[in-house]
Nanobody
């Protein structure tokens, strides 16, 4: 397990962009599937995007074409580039392994607020 620290959130207007970072305290190179999650107020935490160690990506339909997940194993960091943000993207964003058996304790997350 590693410690995960998310950053890069903020308040933007609809149509704006943000780049989130997730820094791990240890190596993530052995974790094949890393993912970004989000949790809106009153809702469960859901996967937004995932990436394999080889760079293959997958996205939920609501963010396809707007979000891009990437990872730098040498820096133990996972990124989420978010473009054309919408109010419905407002949530706390977290990163972690995709599969629960490999997950570390959840970090504090980073708040993203999109106003219309």
């Amino acid at each position: 397990q590693v410690q995960l620290v998310e950053s890069g959130g903020g308040a933007v207007q609809a149509g704006g962009s943000l780049r989130l970072s997730c820094a791990a305290s240890g190596s993530i190179s052995r974790i094949n599937f890393m993912a970004w999650y989000r949790q809106a107020p009153g809702k469960q935490r859901d996967v937004v995007a995932s990436i394999t160690s080889g760079g293959s990506t997958n996205y939920v339909d609501s963010v396809k074409g707007r979000f891009t997940i990437s990872r730098d194993n040498a820096k133990n960091t996972v990124y989420l580039q978010m473009n054309n943000l919408k109010p419905e993207d407002t949530a706390v964003y977290y990163c972690n392994a995709l599969y629960p058996v490999l997950q570390s304790p959840w970090g504090q997350g980073t708040q993203v607020t999109v106003s219309s």
